[in-house]
Antibody
Framework: EVQLVESGGALVQPGGSLRLSCAAS????????MSWVRQAPGKGLEWVSD???????HYADSVNGRFTISRDNSKNTLYLQMSSLRAEDTAVYYC??????????WGKGTTVTVSS | EIVMTQSPATLSVSPGERVTLSCRAS??????LAWYQQKPGQAPRLLIY???TGASGIPARFSGSGSGTEFTLTISSLQSEDFAVYYC?????????FGGGTKVEI
């Protein structure tokens, strides 16, 4: 069974940093692209970033230069390093497996709250 | 950036009804469109990809159609478990973008 389990969400002050992790199992992690998608409270879905199997990365304009996506294929783990956090980054962050640029499996999410 | 617009924002329906949700892209995305269902407190679930291909395990009452800029998700006979928010997403170009969602409620 394909599983994605996010962790690392927390309450952080504006300007702070945080690293999210997503542990993957049940599929050959290294051969799939992976994405992060977020959802602010009461709002819709917003794609944040993806990393291809080749390690090529893409970012939404809203996080470009502040967030860094990476992967450790030896640990079957996806990461999102977030810095210079803002109140508008408050959201549930989902990790998702890439079907072919769409997201075919999602984790349950981890909550990031940016507040003083 | 390709803007995805869903309509209506909210749809009030009864179980057993046929439901049609719309999604429009600001420019052609060919058939590179997916639909997701999200229930309260849950992660989204993939329903349809490539505009009309059902994802694994999705009931046959869900179907998708369209190409270019106009897309439709149809639920042939709404079941109680189908009350949720539905999102479309284009994957023709980065940044990947979602529509604002359609809430299907009683």
């Amino acid at each position: 069974e394909v599983q994605l389990v996010e962790s690392g969400g927390a309450l952080v002050q504006p300007g702070g940093s945080l690293r999210l992790s997503c542990a993957a199992s049940g599929f050959t992690f290294s051969t799939y692209a992976m994405s992060w998608v977020r959802q602010a409270p009461g709002k819709g879905l917003e794609w944040v970033s993806d990393i291809r199997a080749s390690s090529v990365t893409h970012y939404a304009d809203s996080v470009n230069g502040r967030f860094t996506i990476s992967r450790d294929n030896s640990k079957n783990t996806l990461y999102l390093q977030m810095s210079s956090l803002r109140a508008e980054d408050t959201a549930v962050y989902y990790c998702a497996k890439d079907g072919s640029f769409y997201m075919d499996v999602w984790g349950k999410g981890t909550t990031v709250t940016v507040s003083s | 950036e390709i803007v995805m617009t869903q309509s209506p924002a909210t749809l009030s329906v009864s179980p057993g009804e046929r439901v049609t949700l719309s999604c429009r892209a600001s420019q052609s995305v060919k058939s590179n469109l997916a639909w997701y269902q999200q229930k309260p407190g849950q992660a989204p679930r993939l329903l349809i990809y490539r505009a009309s291909t059902g994802a694994s395990g999705i009931p046959a009452r869900f179907s998708g159609s369209g190409s270019g800029t106009e897309f439709t998700l149809t639920i042939s006979s709404l079941q109680s478990e189908d009350f949720a928010v539905y999102y479309c997403q284009q994957y023709d170009n980065w940044p990947l973008t979602f529509g604002g969602g359609t809430k299907v409620e009683i």
